[in-house]
């Protein structure tokens, strides 16, 4: 029996192995994490970990949840909702300027914004902490905001630009001839056009301000501001023996952001790929 294959291409066997390959190493521990998580505490030492529990049971859940997870499921998403809109709105507003004038300044900020995606969070720490010392905000929620801000602008406006730049000049010229003003234009035209662009780059943002750990170690010290990544650090120490109970608070950590890409999934490839194919 011959292997048909369409075109008279042969087979590539060594990409599919390969894709099993890393299939495997995707799922497997995805696979784990869920199913420690749904394990009683003594069936995990005594039996293989990779192995269905005999009996399912959302204790570790419980237990997470009585230890203010939901303080610090709250703290990251307030600074995650606030984050991304104040970044969506700057990002955008920015991005119409550059493509819309054609001035020296538009230019220089453009490049201002590209040299900010080459300088890493981790060199800045230091700078970053003495400010918001001096401002008096350590240890609140807005000193995880406002770097957070910071640092998201560079990248969104790269992406938005690159989208807004396929947007036809004629739809422009259109609106202008009928006596639209720049607000109008932005409102009208830009916004209901860059929703793919839009739900890219506030994904991407998520995820990034979501899982943030550096800013939060550093800039926050009380249990009232803490968030979940750092939470998920300190529960590794309060349940040192407690497997199920750490796994268990890593799965609820991620449903909001998994939730937010299998909605938004299609936009966010369409967003991240405008303007790259010319």
Sequence with gaps: MKLRTTGGQAPNVLGGLAATFWLLVTIVPIYYILVTS??????????????????????????????????????????????????LLISLLASYVIVRNRGALAKFSHRLFLLGIAI??????????????????????????????????????????????????????????????????????????????????GIYDALQVWNGFLFPLVLTQSSEVRVLPLSLWTYQGEFAVDIPAVLAAVVLSCVPILAAYIIGRRQLVAGLTAGFSK
Excluded at 38 to 61: D, V
Excluded at 144 to 165: D, E, K, Q
Excluded at 178 to 186: E, I, K, L, N
Aim: aromatic share 12%; glycine share 4%.
């Design 38 to 87: 749904l394990k009683p505490r003594q069936e995990y030492f005594g039996t293989n970990p990779l192995a269905w529990p005999e009996e399912l049971t959302f204790a570790a859940y419980g237990r997470v949840l009585e230890n203010d997870f939901a303080l610090y499921f709250f703290n990251s998403a307030l600074i995650t909702v606030v984050t991304v809109g104040v970044v």
């Design 120 to 201: 890493p969070i981790q060199a800045t720490i230091i700078p970053v902490y003495y400010l918001i010392v001096q401002m008096g905000l350590y240890d609140s929620l807005l000193a995880l905001i406002l770097p957070g801000i910071a640092f998201a602008i560079p990248i969104s406006v790269l992406i938005l630009t690159n989208f807004l730049r396929d947007i036809p000049s004629s739809l422009y010229e259109a609106m202008t001839l009928d006596g639209a003003s720049h607000w109008q234009m932005f409102v009208q035209l830009v916004l209901p056009l860059s929703k793919p662009a839009i739900m890219a780059v």
